[in-house]
């Protein structure tokens, strides 16, 4: 059984700084595309930042050059860095892997619990 589990988050100023984890545990061949979301209060989930097992990123137009997504591909984890934060930054912040267990076999799509990002005030 894979696990992802986020650390990271909490409340920040605007124009403040943060970084999220998500690391997965479990028996795990390889990991492809590593993923964050997010959704804000009341809204849809929205996908923020992408990055590929070749290290290719794509960020969501609201979030560019303001947050860096990297990845630890010996330790199974992804982070967020989240620089020059706004308000509308606020949402409770989901990883999402698509994790090989076996070789030859399909990824399967693994989520974090979340954790709440507040940028206030």
């Known amino acids: 059984q894979v696990q992802l589990v986020e650390s990271g988050g909490g409340l920040v100023q605007p124009g403040g700084s943060m970084r999220l984890s998500c690391a997965a545990s479990?028996?795990?061949?390889?990991?492809?595309?590593m993923n964050w979301y997010r959704q804000p209060p009341g809204k849809q989930r929205e996908l923020v930042a992408t990055?590929?097992?070749?290290?290719?990123?794509n960020y969501a137009d609201s979030v560019k050059g303001r947050f860096t997504i990297s990845r630890d591909n010996a330790k199974n984890t992804a982070y967020l860095q989240m620089n020059a934060m706004k308000p509308e930054d606020t949402a409770i912040y989901y990883c999402?892997?698509?994790?090989?267990?076996?070789?030859?076999?399909?990824?399967?799509?693994?989520w974090g619990q979340g954790t709440q990002v507040t940028v206030s005030s």
């Open positions: 999402n892997f698509r994790v090989i267990l076996v070789a030859g076999t399909l990824s399967r799509n693994y």
């Open positions: 479990g028996s795990i061949f390889t990991i492809n595309t």
């Open positions: 990055i590929t097992s070749g290290g290719t990123t």
